[in-house]
């Protein structure tokens, strides 16, 4: 069956970096994307990005440019999402979801990971 | 970016009761709505895609509709389980905006 399995949970200063990763397996996964996806406590979900596993083609929400970047690697079948600059409203669960778009931004998800918590604390 | 609202932000609801969630787009979206299901510390889990799709697995108590502007989740006769937070997510362009969700409770 379809499987994203997410790192463990972070901690990390204001201003530093953290990078999640997220392994696929029951799929191939080249054929689909992948969004990431955050939502901080109580709040809404919040799209950030998507990656083509494909031919590693990403969109990214003007919300996080410049301060995520998005890769994946298919010899592993695991992709990761860094993100720089964490400031204290950074702190929520990050999720990674494989996406049925496989070269063009962004379509429906459809299986997530058990996402991340990211805490953002000084 | 296209806003997503919903109404009711929550509901209360008794097993075997049918209650409807709206969705509403600040533009048309055509068909390109996914409806997700949250719980508790939980994932969320894809029920409904192209504004009227069941997802493989999903119960045939969900069921969405609508096109344009305005969409609507519908799940006929409750059951335990039913309990969470329900959200909108246009796939119609980036960024893929959600909706702010609705808590379906027990009454």
């Known amino acids: 069956q379809v499987q994203l399995v997410q790192s463990g949970a972070e901690m990390k200063k204001p201003g530093a970096s953290v990078k999640v990763s997220c392994k696929a397996s029951?799929?191939?996964?080249?054929?689909?994307?992948l969004s990431w996806v955050r939502q901080v406590p109580g709040q809404r979900l919040e799209w950030m990005g998507w990656i083509s596993i494909y031919n590693d083609k990403r969109s990214y929400s003007q919300k996080f440019q410049g301060r995520v970047t998005m890769t994946a690697d298919r010899s592993t079948n695991t992709a990761h999402m860094e993100m720089r600059g964490l400031r204290f409203d950074d702190t929520a669960v990050y999720y990674c979801a494989r996406d049925r778009a496989q070269l063009v931004p962004g379509g429906i998800v459809d299986n997530w990971g058990q996402g991340t918590l990211v805490t953002v604390s000084s | 970016d296209i806003q997503m609202t919903q109404s009711p932000s929550s509901l209360s609801a008794s097993v075997g009761d049918s209650v409807t969630i709206t969705c509403r787009a600040s533009?048309?979206?055509?068909?390109?709505i996914s409806w997700f299901q949250q719980k508790p510390g939980a994932a969320p889990k894809l029920l409904i895609y192209t504004a009227s799709n069941l997802q493989n697995g999903v119960p045939s108590r969900f069921s969405g509709s609508g096109s344009g502007t305005d969409f609507t989740l519908t799940i006929s006769s409750l059951r335990p389980e039913d309990f969470a937070t329900y959200y909108c997510?246009?796939?119609?362009?980036?960024?893929?905006?959600f909706g702010p969700g609705t808590k379906v409770e027990l009454k």
């Open positions: 029951g799929y191939t996964f080249s054929n689909y994307g």
């Open positions: 533009q048309s979206i055509t068909k390109f």
């Open positions: 997510q246009q796939t119609y362009n980036t960024p893929r905006t």
